[in-house]
């Protein structure tokens, strides 16, 4: 009998427990939801005015609308669920942002992990946005299921991706002007039918919901308001035109007709 009132007593302390986390502010500040995400697939489209020049995207009818030739499946990649959502950590996935180049050969495009100073200083580039994100190439999961996707570059020519089942041996170059740039990114392979048993070697990887807005404190925004500040909900800040009491000692307030920082505001 002692066993038994001893285990009802843990679930209900657990589920105390539970309901106290899960609706304080401080947990509704930091909620997020999570949703599994598997490859589409990227279809490799030839430009028809420039030398081997390619165009990769997981929209079919976005290379047949620029007048491209479709080419092949060059393997997967993956799509968010929505605006602001990020894979989870430790999966080795990256962006895949993509930059039309106007190079002296024809229209080119490059495929960059950040949007670094060095594509956004330079006027030949135009960037188009983020196309979806691939694994970086140093994913210990290579060859579950996985294609090397090479980038070959030419003075002449412009860029040129291919992919392959290799990190260390290059597929065959266009033509002997192109030098071996290394891989770009590791592409999973699209599956064709949905996976019994869905993990990273497999495909499958998780992406995380935008942290929903944080929980304000009703009073504190109250007392902003009655102190004349302006409140932000983004952060739980209020800030001063003014601050209270004038300028004074504190490093904290500003002088008067100047925008003070927003620094959180406890009224005492």
Not at 68 to 80: C, F, H, K, R
Not at 187 to 209: H, K
Request: charged share 10%; net charge neutral; glycine share 10%.
């Amino acid at each position: 009998m002692k066993k038994i009132l001893s285990l009802r007593n843990a679930v209900c302390l657990f589920t105390l427990m539970l309901g106290i986390a899960l609706f304080s502010p401080q947990a509704a500040s930091a909620q997020q939801t999570s949703q599994v995400v598997t490859a589409v697939p990227l279809y490799r489209f030839i430009v028809p005015d420039a030398n081997q020049g390619y165009f990769l995207t997981p929209n079919y009818q976005e290379g047949i609308n620029r007048g491209y030739y479709y080419n092949a499946t060059v393997g997967g990649i993956l799509i968010p669920p929505g605006p602001g959502w990020t894979p989870a950590p430790g999966q080795y996935v990256v962006p895949m942002h993509r930059w039309r180049v106007r190079h002296r050969a024809g229209t080119n495009y490059y495929y960059s992990a950040d949007i670094y100073p060095s594509l956004t200083s330079n006027s030949e580039n135009t960037y188009e946005g983020l196309m979806g994100y691939a694994l970086h190439p140093t994913d210990p999961n290579f060859g579950f299921n996985r294609f090397a996707l090479h980038l070959w570059y030419s003075q002449t020519n412009g860029y040129y991706y291919t992919p392959n089942g290799s990190l260390t041996v290059p597929p065959a170059r266009p033509n002997s002007s192109y030098n071996w740039q290394g891989v770009a990114y590791i592409l999973p392979n699209a599956p064709q039918t949905p996976f019994v048993t869905c993990g990273v070697r497999e495909g499958c990887f998780t992406f995380l919901s935008p942290p929903a807005a944080p929980v304000c404190n009703a009073d504190q925004e109250q007392a902003c308001y009655n102190d004349g500040g302006m409140w932000n909900s983004d952060n739980c800040s209020c800030s001063y035109i003014t601050p209270p009491g004038g300028g004074g000692d504190d490093p904290k307030q500003c002088q008067p007709g100047m925008i003070c920082p927003e620094t959180p505001y406890n009224p005492q």
